[in-house]
């Protein structure tokens, strides 16, 4: 990924094993970028409301070492991914659908994003474009 592009993580609604691991994994890129992509950014996408663990903790670091990387999205359960748009499609919102996305400059989605068809079936959908080098 260039100096100034948008990663975005995707959190998972709870439960799920080991809370705090996504927010750690948050701070591990935000310090990558403060040291080698200044002019990157991370979009945090997270399903739930707020953090559950270790909240205020996360936040402050945030907000004191990593200000104007990380950018905190709470409420934003991701159920897709259309790379060919730059878009990042929510819960209750197609492809064609009208609503709140996240729309990300340059971003990249890493590994791969699962999903459920409409028959509520799992499926996988690799994203194969754009991998962060990271």
Not at 35 to 47: G, P, T, Y
Not at 60 to 69: M, N
Not at 76 to 94: K, Q, R, Y
Not at 95 to 104: D, Y
Request: proline letters at 4%.
């Amino acid at each position: 990924m260039a100096d100034g592009g948008v990663c975005v993580l995707s959190i998972p609604a709870a439960p799920y094993r080991g809370p705090s691991a996504p927010y750690e994994r948050a701070c591990q890129i935000a310090h990558y970028f403060s040291r080698h992509k200044s002019k990157s950014k991370l979009l945090l996408l997270d399903a739930n409301a707020d953090i559950g663990s270790e909240g205020a903790l996360f936040k402050k670091v945030w907000r004191e070492r990593y200000a104007g990387i990380i950018e905190y999205r709470p409420g934003f359960n991701t159920t897709d991914v259309d790379v060919g748009a730059n878009t990042v499609i929510p819960l209750g919102i197609g492809r064609q659908g009208q609503g709140r996305r996240a729309e990300r400059s340059a971003a990249t989605a890493r590994g791969s994003h699962c999903r459920t068809n409409g028959t509520g079936q799992r499926r996988q959908a690799l994203v194969r474009s754009r991998l962060a080098d990271v």
